[in-house]
Nanobody
Framework: QVQLVESGGGLVQPGGSLRLSCAAS????????MGWFHQAPGKEREFVAA????????YYADSVKGRFTISRDSAKNTVYLRMNSLKPEDTAVYYC???????????????WGQGTQVTVSS
């Protein structure tokens, strides 16, 4: 069992930056691939980024490539999402997730956090 708690969301102006954190409980953090997803009002939850459990390989949605960076700190059982050059269309609730495979599909992730709101607006 893994429990995930996100933090770091908030209101930011277009072009600004935020860093989201996701703290995982338990000693098995290193056994899981980690992903970030977002869900805007009235839309389905979508893949944002993922990082593998083995070699730290990273994967991104096309819409965030070059702007967002996912990383993990196994010593702190935490995964991060650094978001730069934020746009209004990035506004959503952001969720972190843990799964056995590094994947873009929601169904591949077994554990989810409660989400943190990111609002990009002037």
């Amino acid at each position: 069992q893994v429990q995930l708690v996100e933090s770091g969301g908030g209101l930011v102006q277009p072009g600004g930056s935020l860093r989201l954190s996701c703290a995982a409980s338990g000693r098995t953090f290193s056994m899981y691939a980690m992903g970030w997803f977002h869900q805007a009002p009235g839309k389905e939850r979508e893949f944002v980024a993922a990082i593998s459990r083995l070699d730290g390989s990273t994967y991104y949605a096309d819409s965030v490539k070059g702007r967002f960076t996912i990383s993990r700190d196994s010593a702190k059982n935490t995964v991060y999402l650094r978001m730069n050059s934020l746009k209004p269309e990035d506004t959503a609730v952001y969720y972190c997730a843990a799964g056995r495979l590094t994947a873009q599909a929601i169904d591949e992730y077994n554990y989810w956090g409660q989400g943190t709101q990111v609002t990009v607006s002037s």
